[in-house]
């Protein structure tokens, strides 16, 4: 007899919470896809399900992929939303409690879009070899619920939440998860973009650079994505090679030790949390799992360095940073960035080189090119184009200072990418 991890109260208190918002019901099993009985609404199971069910092969079928749901589900440590083996939508919530599977929720058993023949065709082809009648099963369909992938998706996020929070469930290692597979996914796309870079595979000193600015005024998403694409980069060029990210996470913790101690942080207190640090990067024994916590470890530093720095001055360079990236193609010029920050521009301009430890002009020139660039790689525009929609008036000037940061004229730099694409 499965063990009910949930009371009748509380998943009555959760039906209740989901259901307000999402008219969809739910259904509760343990961690090897076993409903428990009276842990489910009344409107759980469609007729279409029903129907599916009542063949032996497709009970068979529907139990194997609730363990497959469940399995993605624990693994990843978020919500599995997936096309069944019979063609409809259905989704799983894991419940763990710190690092023990406990089961799950399920719900969906819906459509994305309203049923037409080719859909009944394809929910039919499915279901070949279920012994059924097709056109008692085509009837069903058309009584399926609908519910846009948005809908979807929100309801799972909604139920993951009030899961957790109503049954006092420790979510750590599922936070832990769920960190691990959304950093995958932003390095594994960032892998692929840089594949058809120039310079792939080379140690980007430019993003290190960033990561540094970023957090030195405590820019949260600026400083992850800078990480993403740093990490991105060693795996295009050494993929699989733990020593060598082991190597790299020395490295960069390093690089930010010292940008910690420019910014205020005592050393011997940095000395005995980088010995800490240390120690944990040489116990971790696989690669997702390192990327995470040197994220982590990110976060710790940015909570150091803004806290002991003169977090004011901080504080007065963002409304900068955010006007330049905002109007960047703009014509833009040192009066309007210092009234965005309400400042002179003399004392904008010194405590920005101070912070960032780069000039206005600089840093915008940076944030120009580098969207030039992303024009050149990804879109048809030609090189005048890209001009003008980065910010510049004249196109001499602009071939000059992309060259004198890039290496190469913006001709050149779309050429070579080209290449690299063949």
């Known amino acids: 007899m499965a063990k009910v991890f949930l009371s009748k109260e509380t998943f009555l208190k959760i039906e209740r919470t989901f259901r307000n918002n999402f008219p969809i019901g739910l259904d509760v099993c343990d961690a090897v896809g076993r409903?428990?009985?009276?842990f489910c609404?009344?409107?759980?199971e469609p007729e279409f399900c029903r129907m599916v069910r009542n063949s032996p092969a497709g009970a068979k079928r529907c139990m194997q992929e609730r363990k497959r749901g469940l399995e993605i589900a624990f693994e990843t440590g978020q919500s599995y939303i997936s096309i069944c083996h019979a063609g409809i939508v259905l989704v799983c919530v894991p419940a763990m409690d710190k690092d023990e599977p406990l089961g799950g929720i399920f719900?969906?058993?819906?459509?994305?879009?309203?049923?037409n023949e080719a859909l009944k065709d394809e929910i039919c082809k499915r279901l070949k070899g279920v012994r059924i009648d097709k056109k008692k099963l085509a009837?069903?369909?058309?009584?399926?619920?609908?519910?846009?992938?948005?809908?979807?998706?929100?309801?799972?996020?909604f139920l993951f939440v009030t899961l957790y929070d109503t049954a006092k469930l420790d979510p750590h290692v599922i936070h832990w998860r769920r960190q691990k597979s959304q950093q995958q996914s932003e390095i594994s796309e960032l892998i692929y973009e840089q594949k058809f870079t120039a310079g792939a595979g080379q140690y980007p000193i430019e993003c290190e650079k960033q990561l540094i600015r970023k957090v030195k005024i405590g820019d949260r998403i600026g400083a992850k994505e800078m990480l993403n694409m740093i990490l991105a980069s060693i795996m295009l060029r050494d993929p699989g090679d733990l020593a060598v990210l082991k190597a790299r996470m020395l490295e960069l913790l390093s690089v930010l030790s010292r940008s910690a101690v420019e910014g205020g942080v005592d050393i011997n207190f940095l000395l005995e949390k980088n010995l800490d640090y240390m120690t944990k990067v040489m116990q971790i024994d696989n690669q997702p799992d390192l990327c995470?916590?040197?994220n982590n470890a990110l976060n710790d530093f940015l909570e150091l360095v803004y806290s002991t720095q003169d977090s004011s001055r901080a504080s007065q360079i963002k409304p900068a940073i955010d006007y330049i990236e905002a109007n960047y193609r703009e014509p833009v010029n040192l009066a309007d960035i210092a009234e965005a920050a309400y400042l002179s521009v003399?004392?904008?301009s010194h405590i920005f080189k101070e912070q960032m430890g780069v000039t206005l002009v600089d840093y915008l020139t940076s944030v120009r090119i580098e969207h030039a660039k992303a024009i050149l790689i990804s879109t048809d525009k030609n090189c005048t184009e890209a001009c003008f929609d980065s910010g510049y008036n004249n196109q001499s000037y602009f071939t000059r200072i992309f060259k004198s940061l890039v290496g190469v004229t913006p001709k050149q730099f779309r050429e070579m990418n080209r290449r690299k694409k063949v």
């Open 107 to 115: 719900f969906g058993k819906c459509l994305w879009e309203k049923p």
């Open 292 to 294: 995470v916590w040197i």
């Open 139 to 157: 009837e069903t369909i058309d009584k399926l619920a609908v519910f846009s992938g948005r809908k979807v998706h929100e309801a799972a996020e």
């Open 41 to 44: 609404s009344k409107d759980c």
């Open 35 to 38: 409903e428990f009985s009276g």
């Open 346 to 348: 003399s004392r904008l």
